[in-house]
């Protein structure tokens, strides 16, 4: 498939070198040294704590990018959320990956088996017992011993066994032929955009402290698990005073987006040690109306989430976007101030970051206002 | 880029023939004689009121179903609402394409005009001095007349100039050397979805209605124009009674989703003419809880619409879908229903189709139960 940024801007390789402003609208452009800051940064914290991370790529959709948090260190391995996403990243050399839905149904379980058949850096969580079976069998009939996860459930009921269920269930997994139960995984997706720091800090340790006491009681009963992986990026700095906590499975922290920007962070300043790297290069396309004008960027551009919308940057005062349909945004000045005219570039941090990514099909990498490189996001679309 | 649906089934070739049983899921599911029933449908409607049809791309975003709505017959065009999209559009043998939002900015109006030389049947509409003077002098410097509609606001303040505004600026166009103005372009995207049947007839007459008097102000004053072009699924059918109107933009009748269902029709009866031909196939992942099942398709796969959640089909009783994240979704059986099992495929009607198509790759074409090929969605991502 033709990639509609490469053929309208005549191929990336002619970009590269280039100021931003040549890039056709709308694109997601990258600051590579704010990303490179956000990368170190959790990095350090992490390290500060003696953990580790394990950055999880549904939010960016780009091996490149995961490559490049594999390189700044402190990672032990990167999350898939699905199994189409860690096919791509085990080939593009990450050395290993953990898939952290289940895998099910009998066709996805044979190529999850000969996948990791190719690739023994290949994880998976599992929370049926119905599911773990066809692991076990499958792995058994390919001659591979499969590392799995049970996946806890935080409270939440998404996917997980309960926490009372856990233990006796890991006990279960852990004596399957064909199965290696690596530990535990309990990830708390709900908690990580509360906007009051306090709550969602003091909620996400009596979570995850409920997750570490099974692990606990299944080591102490002679189980030899050494992994209990959870924490997203809203909850990390919480949850780095988990003991038992071996890494983070943060996201959002590599790029930041208009949501987790209005959240509360500690001592009462705004969620703000990771800075928005990722931003939505747009063109003013109609201005016939004076308080507002329309914008080349909407529903199709930049995923709707009615509490966060994107952030218009680089202008005086407090600008505003509204969704307007599928393919246009509009755009408001603060009372007083001046519109922009029409063909100018606006600029916006994008609302939910994941959703947003999965929209385009390329990164294109500045530092300055200068196009350094272009990074496919090869994961984007793989749902499966 | 390779295709996650393509390496993951083992090929688009593989699965003709094959039951869709064998597709991976999340994936889309176009059911060819729905399909054909809904396009004929609408050829047949509009060919009764004496009218054409300008189908929009914007909704499907793939060139083998315009090229199958084309095929249909009773179609004068095919519309893109982004440049990027009336290239593929273009290129894949469509004869005539309108783009229906003005294309601003130098570098853009350079490759428009850059198309328009190559494809004569290209037009775009125009809704500022400004941008009309751009297009001019570039088509003047490549030697071409450059086929312009004004693009008049229905009220709506998305593009466009005013109902007061459009006949001056028409006539003002008219006379620029370089353009030819075939007629205007009066689109009411914000009434396409009002529930109630007739306040949409009605408005939709009102409103369409003010441009049909402005063009025909403008022949009668000796304007050579001939398009009047507007209307969508909602009001098709009330549009088709004014006089003027040369061409119909319909989109969504095609596929149809959740959000049209829920209209009401004609004779107090739901808005089912057209019939739901586009569904998303998804599998059950976890299946721990009494009350409800989580499947593998969430907000990056169905696209949040918070009033028009999509349609579970196929199983008795009120099923209910409810976004679970970006990659998963809740469904709950109704009260006293069996739960699907895990593992099991559950089948769900869209919810808005145009940006839900666009985050996917690929249409799997089914006839009853078999794939019989599999149409690249082309244009996705294409928002430049």
Redesign the interface.
């Known amino acids: 498939?033709?990639?509609?940024?490469l053929?309208?801007d005549g191929g990336v390789t002619d970009m590269r070198g280039r100021h931003r402003d040549?890039l056709?609208?709308?694109?997601l452009v990258l600051d590579l040294d704010r990303l490179d800051r956000n990368l170190a940064l959790m990095r350090d914290l992490a390290r500060g704590a003696g953990k580790m991370l394990r950055p999880h790529a549904?939010t960016h959709k780009c091996s490149r990018l995961a490559a490049r948090q594999w390189a700044t260190g402190g990672c032990v391995g990167i999350c898939a959320?699905?199994?189409?996403e860690a096919?791509?990243l085990l080939e593009a050399g990450i050395p290993e990956v953990l898939i952290t839905?289940?895998?099910?149904?009998?066709?996805?379980v044979a190529?999850l088996v000969a996948l990791a058949a190719r690739f023994p850096g290949l994880r998976v969580v599992v929370?049926?017992r119905?599911?773990a079976l066809a692991l076990a069998s499958a792995a058994r009939q390919a001659g591979i011993t499969l590392e799995v996860l049970v996946d806890v459930?935080p409270e939440m009921?998404?996917?997980?066994?309960?926490f009372a269920a856990a233990a006796d269930f890991a006990q279960w997994v852990a004596v399957q032929d064909g199965l290696r139960l690596r530990g535990l995984q309990c990830y708390a997706?709900h908690l990580q955009h509360i906007e009051n720091a306090e709550e969602r800090a003091s909620r996400s340790r009596a979570l995850l402290g409920r997750a570490a006491e099974v692990f606990r009681r299944l080591r102490a009963s002679g189980l030899p698990i050494d992994l209990l992986t959870g924490a997203g990026t809203g909850t990390a700095e919480a949850d780095l005073g988990i003991p038992d906590l071996s890494d983070l499975q943060v996201g959002s922290y590599c790029v930041m987006d208009a949501e987790y920007l209005k959240l509360g962070g500690a001592d009462g300043r705004r969620f703000d040690r990771f800075q928005p790297a990722l931003t939505l290069l747009s063109?003013?396309?109609?201005?016939?109306?004076a308080d507002?004008v329309?914008i080349?960027?909407g529903?199709?551009?930049l995923?709707?989430?009615?509490d966060a919308p994107p952030l218009p940057i680089g202008r005086p005062g407090t600008w505003r976007y509204e969704w307007?349909?599928?393919?246009?945004g509009?755009l408001f000045p603060p009372p007083g101030g001046a519109r922009p005219a029409?063909?100018e570039r606006v600029e916006l941090i994008l609302p939910?970051c994941?959703?947003t990514i999965?929209?385009?099909?390329l990164l294109w990498v500045t530092q300055g206002d200068t196009v350094v490189d272009a990074w496919?996001i090869?994961l984007?679309?793989?749902?499966?």
């Open positions: 498939m033709m990639n509609g940024n053929s309208s040549g056709d609208t709308p694109c549904k959320a699905k199994l189409a096919e791509v839905s289940p895998v099910v149904a009998a066709a996805r190529r929370d049926a119905e599911n459930d009921g998404r996917t997980g066994v309960s997706g063109t003013v396309i109609s201005a016939n109306h507002f329309t080349d960027a529903l199709k551009q995923y709707f989430t009615p307007f349909g599928d393919e246009h509009r029409l063909g939910h994941d959703p999965n929209l385009h099909d496919e090869d984007r679309g793989l749902g499966q």
